[in-house]
């Protein structure tokens, strides 16, 4: 059972690999969700400033911010620009099934688990340890 009383980080950098992988095929011009120690402001708050035409998102897990960052996503590709998500499969929720099912141009599945670098439970930095859900690469394209 996971522990409740541990401070999980929503700070968790996607591997160069995975990044410039999806980059050479979308070419990225904006990230709303960059890796961030600092607080978040009004002026560096990814759900509050205009993204660009191509845009890399991978979220905060925690469940209402990536709720957020999808529903924001879902918004832009509406406006015409290309959304690429990296997300934690959870095809039983609401958001996949009231959000991503509907709006999703593509969903794939990646195999094995993405090995994310960020700060553990205990304060250290790791880069070799899966997340705890599998993940997949969601595309809303501008409509």
């Given at each position: 059972?996971?522990?409740?009383?541990?401070?999980?980080?929503?700070?968790?950098?996607?591997?160069?690999?995975?990044?410039?992988?999806?980059?050479?095929?979308?070419?990225?011009?904006?990230?709303?969700?960059?890796?961030?120690y600092e607080?978040?402001?009004?002026?560096?708050?990814?759900?509050?400033?205009?993204?660009?035409?191509?845009?890399?998102?991978?979220?905060?897990?925690?469940?209402?911010?990536?709720?957020?960052?999808?529903?924001?996503?879902?918004?832009?590709?509406?406006?015409?620009?290309?959304?690429?998500?990296?997300?934690?499969?959870?095809?039983?929720?609401?958001?996949?099934?009231?959000?991503?099912?509907?709006?999703?141009?593509?969903?794939?599945?990646?195999?094995?688990?993405?090995?994310?670098?960020?700060?553990?439970?205990?304060?250290?930095?790791?880069?070799?340890?899966?997340?705890?859900?599998?993940?997949?690469?969601?595309?809303?394209?501008?409509?």
């Open positions: 059972m996971k522990n409740r009383n541990l401070k999980h980080s929503d700070n968790w950098e996607t591997p160069k690999y995975l990044y410039d992988q999806l980059d050479s095929e979308f070419h990225f011009d904006f990230d709303p969700c960059p890796i961030t607080e978040i402001t009004p002026q560096t708050d990814g759900l509050l400033k205009e993204w660009g035409k191509s845009n890399f998102i991978n979220p905060p897990y925690s469940r209402k911010l990536k709720e957020a960052f999808v529903i924001k996503a879902i918004e832009e590709s509406k406006k015409g620009k290309l959304c690429v998500c990296l997300l934690p499969v959870s095809t039983s929720t609401i958001l996949f099934h009231k959000y991503i099912l509907p709006d999703a141009d593509d969903i794939r599945f990646l195999k094995g688990r993405v090995k994310f670098i960020g700060h553990n439970t205990l304060g250290e930095m790791v880069t070799n340890k899966a997340g705890m859900h599998d993940s997949m690469i969601v595309i809303f394209k501008g409509k």
